[in-house]
């Protein structure tokens, strides 16, 4: 994929991920039919530039339910708040496809 595909990529699924974890976010509180287990995890990014790393930790952080804690450039990881750890695998599986996979191919020449 060239990085304007990856770019169209990026922006859709945000786009797309924003609507629906606004959804379930909204709906998850509103409901309050299960306990929810909000708590932190860790999540590597692997070869990510510092700048691109940065990038994707504020799109995570714009996406209702998860926020950005910290970014250890060292460990080369995120340290991420979930509203709800059930979801943990679900959501960093989406975080690799939609936000991190598509941003390494946007700064693959920038470093």
Known sequence: MNRL???LRLVLHFAKDLVMSGATTTAL???G???LRPG???MPYGDLP???ALA???LITLTPGTSTVDIDPLRREYLLHLLDLDAAEATQAAIRRDLIEPVRIIAGGWK
Request: proline content about 0%; hydrophobic content about 50%.
């Open 5 to 7: 595909g990856a770019l």
């Open 29 to 31: 509180i509103l409901r």
């Open 33 to 35: 039919s299960r306990t």
């Open 40 to 42: 932190l995890v860790r």
């Open 50 to 52: 510092e700048g691109a």
């Open 56 to 58: 994707v930790g504020a």
